[in-house]
């Protein structure tokens, strides 16, 4: 989906391509000098074209680039990552190291002088003691017997007093924090080194060790732990304010009130600081969240989010039921719910802007097999690699060939997992584990399946990947079609839309792709039709992509390359023409109005697949396809009561009339036309 720790970014766009939105370009491609058999209706070319049908399991005309190992890309790209992450966690921990060791020097010197006031002076004995003495040699010199015989005062017994107490508590606690945070960033920075120490390894077993070290790092909680040293701190200090307040207000309560002051502002500070990003969660009565969003994040900032996310999420769980929480604070809290760190928050922050605020039965357990390919450490290190280090084509190309390198099990995995729309066109519903429609479905096509799938999640990001997705889309779509020819029996009853995992058709990748996969896809896309395999969500583009093929080339790109997509175009349009059935006989004029709507909508696709202008600089044997499709159609409509009968508008009729007229004069075989002057307004220009 995110699809991306870094934030993986994605320009939005519209997931339903078009072609009537853009506007209209022919498509063309460089010179190829390479022999192949042709099309026998082809007559005359320049050159010869490779029309013969391109199959899963060949080498790839347009292959991604492959710069050197990509195992190593992938495994150098994820050293960069780490050696990023470990520096950040490192220069912060050393940080909070050397403040821990000054704050801890500057309350030890408090301390050497509050723990003496725990224990009895011994000057304070001293003094009794000499009282004493001095009492007993006062009544010796008197004389006074009974004076001499009284008892002596018995000894004070010695008590601290409360104030005492509480500053070498506080003071005490801020002591152990300050140097609790030396202890556990010490450890941390130990992790943090055999964490990054490298074995000398093939590429992928380091790619593996790496990603078991890394999942240890976060189910063992050391990103967290590391989040609780500058917490830690921030309790040392506040700590030892409390202790130096409490002491200064038993001593002397004008400067007890200053250093008040000063605490209270810092204090409130930290307080406000911490937990203005959860009130602005509570209060903000924008339920999109468009308002410039608290950047107050810390470690104790998000402690303090999670506790209330906690809170609403057990109480609403409990009480929405019952009315008693409003739904609108558990709607906007829910997708903050499973937020692991701050850059998820933001992440989810960001989808409450673009979207609008509202918008089973278990399956037996999956084989061993399945499962274990989908908990492999290379399936999971290879899906990290795309959620977080995905962002530029270097990376994309590397991945694609790394999956394609891959068990064809394990590459199945890998594609599932990154993106949670491929489940329903891979994965049954029924047992959870991979399925194809058809048990024919060969290795090298469901390698050319998964390629398509992870080109297509991340062609609208890179478009420089569109054509090797069309590629890889026209030898599923070859091989399919290969497969229904040779097996008849089978083509009644499989559908290749359903057959091919596409989450959708690339009826948008003709643009700006070498001329021979235009061929090849034109190719695929008329036997689609021959064979009934299309529906109208798709035949909507193809008839738009027919206008494109047949729109206005410049004259440096008359060649026989446009000659040979015209005529396909035009032979896509005789395939619609034949799909369409005959009211002949018919008594039910319900079967007969329909088969009018049929013959009506092919007609006016025509028509707007044939604006004036077209067809300038075509030979002969396109412009032989296109009578063909002209006169076909006024065939159709005459046997069915006439052009008026089926054409309703004045404007619709005489645009046939011209088109029909113009159709009358394509017999003669003449030189390419000058395309500035061949207008449909002006049919002797073609003659």
Same mark, same amino acid.
């Given at each position: 989906m995110p699809r991306r720790t870094i934030v993986k970014v994605y320009p939005s766009y519209d997931d339903k391509p078009t072609f009537i939105e853009s506007p209209v370009q022919r498509v063309s491609s460089p010179d190829r000098t390479s022999a192949g058999k042709t099309l026998n209706s082809i007559e005359r070319f320049d050159e010869?074209?490779?029309?013969?049908?391109? %199959?899963?399991?060949?080498?790839?005309?347009?292959?991604?680039? $492959?710069?050197?190992?990509?195992?190593?890309?992938?495994?150098?790209? #994820?050293?960069?990552?780490?050696?990023?992450?470990?520096?950040?966690?490192?220069?912060?921990?050393?940080?909070? /190291?050397?403040?821990?060791?000054?704050?801890?020097?500057?309350?030890?010197?408090?301390?050497? &002088?509050?723990?003496?006031? %725990?224990?009895?002076?011994?000057?304070?004995?001293?003094?009794w003691l000499l009282q004493q003495i001095l009492v007993e040699l006062h009544n010796a010199n008197t004389g006074n017997t009974a004076a001499t015989n009284a008892p002596l005062p018995t000894r004070p017994v010695f008590t601290p007093s409360g104030?005492?107490?509480?500053?070498?508590?506080?003071?005490?606690?801020? /002591?152990?924090?300050?140097?609790?945070?030396?202890?556990v960033g010490i450890l941390c920075t130990q992790w943090i080194r055999e964490y990054e120490r490298d074995p000398p390894l093939d590429p992928k077993e380091a790619l593996t060790l790496r990603q078991i070290r890394h999942e240890g790092l976060l189910t063992w909680k050391v990103p967290e732990i590391l989040s609780v040293l500058p917490v830690l701190l921030h309790s040392s200090l506040v700590l030892f304010f409390a202790g130096l307040l409490d002491l200064l207000w038993s001593l002397n309560h004008t400067v007890a009130i200053f250093v008040t002051l000063i605490s209270g502002v810092v204090f409130f500070f930290i307080v406000a600081t911490t937990v203005l990003p959860t009130l602005q969660m509570l209060f903000v009565k924008d339920m999109r969240l468009r308002t410039s969003q608290c950047a107050y994040k810390s470690a104790q900032s998000w402690l303090v989010h999670r506790i209330v996310t906690f809170i609403v999420k057990l109480f609403a769980r409990q009480s929405v039921g019952l009315g008693k929480v409003p739904f609108s604070y558990f709607s906007r809290y829910r997708p903050f719910f499973n937020n692991k760190d701050w850059v998820d928050f933001d992440l989810r922050w960001r989808e409450a802007r673009e979207k609008p605020q509202f918008s089973s039965t278990m399956g037996a357990s999956? $084989?061993?097999?399945?499962?274990?390919?989908?908990?492999?450490?290379?399936?999971?290190?290879?899906?990290? #690699?795309?959620?977080?280090l995905g962002q530029n084509i270097e990376m994309i190309n590397a991945m694609y060939h790394c999956i394609r390198d891959l068990p064809l099990d394990q590459s199945i995995q890998t594609v599932v997992q990154l993106d949670e729309s491929i489940k329903s066109h891979l994965i049954s519903s029924h047992d959870q584990s991979i399925h194809y429609p058809t048990r024919s479905t060969s290795p090298d096509e469901r390698r050319d399946m998964l390629s398509a799938l992870f080109l297509e999640l991340n062609s609208r990001a890179f478009p420089q990947l569109d054509q090797? =997705?069309?590629?890889? @889309?026209?030898?599923?779509?070859?091989?399919?079609?290969?497969?229904?020819?040779?097996?008849?029996?089978?083509?009644? !009853?499989?559908?290749?839309? $359903?057959?091919?995992?596409? @989450? !959708?058709?690339? /009826?948008?990748s003709t643009r700006d792709v070498p001329g021979d996969l235009v061929t090849q896809f034109l190719i695929c896309l008329k036997a689609l039709v021959a064979q009934e395999q299309t529906n109208a969500e798709i035949d909507k583009h193809i008839w738009a992509l027919i206008q494109q093929i047949l729109s206005n080339p410049? #004259?440096?790109?008359?060649?026989?390359?446009?000659? %040979?997509?015209?005529? %396909?175009a035009f032979e896509i349009m005789l395939a619609y023409e034949n799909q369409?059935?005959?009211? $002949?006989?018919?008594?039910?004029?319900? &079967?007969?109005?329909?088969?009018? =709507?049929?013959?009506?909508?092919?007609? =006016?696709?025509?028509?707007?697949?044939?604006?004036?202008?077209?067809?300038?600089?075509?030979?002969?044997?396109?412009?032989?396809?296109?009578?063909?499709?002209?006169?076909?159609?006024?065939?159709?409509? &005459?046997? #069915?009561?006439?052009?008026e009968q089926i054409l309703v508008t004045p404007d619709d009729r005489n645009k046939w009339a011209k088109i029909a007229k113009i159709a009358q004069g394509l017999d003669t075989p003449t030189a390419p036309s000058d395309y500035r002057t061949d207008t449909w307004d002006n049919p002797m220009s073609m003659s």
């Open positions: 010869p074209l490779d029309t013969d049908p391109w %199959l899963s399991g060949g080498a790839h005309k347009y292959p991604v680039p $492959k710069n050197g190992d990509p195992w190593e890309t992938c495994i150098e790209k #994820i050293r960069s990552y780490d050696g990023e992450m470990c520096d950040g966690w490192r220069e912060e921990v050393d940080n909070l /190291l050397i403040f821990a060791g000054l704050f801890s020097a500057a309350v030890t010197a408090f301390v050497i &002088e509050s723990y003496q006031q %725990l224990s009895e002076d011994p000057t304070e004995t001293n003094n104030t005492d107490i509480r500053v070498n508590v506080f003071w005490f606690m801020s /002591l152990a924090l300050s140097l609790a945070t030396v202890v999956p $084989k061993k097999s399945s499962a274990d390919s989908a908990n492999s450490d290379m399936v999971r290190s290879l899906v990290w #690699i795309d959620k977080n090797h =997705q069309l590629e890889s @889309v026209v030898r599923n779509l070859n091989s399919r079609l290969d497969f229904l020819t040779r097996h008849p029996k089978q083509a009644t !009853h499989i559908e290749i839309s $359903k057959c091919l995992p596409f @989450v !959708h058709w690339p /009826l948008h410049v #004259i440096e790109e008359v060649d026989s390359q446009h000659d %040979l997509h015209a005529q %396909l369409l059935s005959t009211s $002949k006989g018919s008594e039910d004029e319900k &079967e007969r109005e329909t088969f009018r =709507q049929r013959v009506r909508a092919c007609a =006016q696709h025509i028509m707007k697949a044939f604006p004036p202008g077209e067809l300038r600089g075509l030979s002969a044997e396109p412009r032989k396809h296109a009578k063909k499709v002209i006169l076909d159609i006024q065939t159709r409509m &005459e046997g #069915i009561g006439g052009v």
